[in-house]
């Protein structure tokens, strides 16, 4: 029976490292894989990351424009008439909406836009809502809670 206390790699699946600058016989002493002279040749000579020797780097060559701001939130955008294909048993919040496809991927909230008009009564409960979608959900019956957002 396998289980992890005798679980070992297949037949000639894994190598023993190799251990340079061990000596000419070994086939990799000397100067160890590293070639001869140069910065790359000496311990920690390897250039920094974007480093195009001494020419301005692409990343500085390059314009920059605008601002990201880091703190922004990203709201999803749902419009009340794609609330029209629930039926009303259960409250419309972000799982309900990520299970019909209306909301996908990494959100920080969700907003009710007012396009489109909803004839089914229903409670919706997320981040934000818009004052038109507001009147046309309680307009049809339902109920509106904000939380969070």
């Given at each position: ?7 070992s ?67 999803a ?21 990520r299970?019909a ?49």
């Open positions: 029976m396998i289980d992890l206390s005798n679980l790699p297949a037949p000639g699946s894994t190598h023993s490292r190799k251990r340079v600058g061990r000596g000419t016989s070994s086939g990799n002493g000397k100067t160890a894989g590293r070639g001869q002279k140069g910065q790359k040749s000496r311990a920690g000579g390897a250039p920094r990351v974007g480093f195009e020797g001494g020419q301005m780097p692409l990343s500085r060559r390059l314009p920059k424009r605008g601002f990201k701001n880091i703190f922004a939130k990203n709201i955008i749902v419009n009340v008439e794609d609330l029209n294909r629930f039926d009303g048993s259960t409250p419309v919040d972000i799982v309900s909406l299970s496809g209306l909301v996908r991927g990494q959100v920080d909230g969700v907003k009710i836009l007012g396009c489109g008009d909803v004839n089914v009564k229903l409670e919706v409960i997320v981040d934000a809502v818009s004052a038109s979608a507001r009147e046309k959900i309680e307009k049809a019956g339902g109920s509106i809670e904000v939380c969070g957002g």
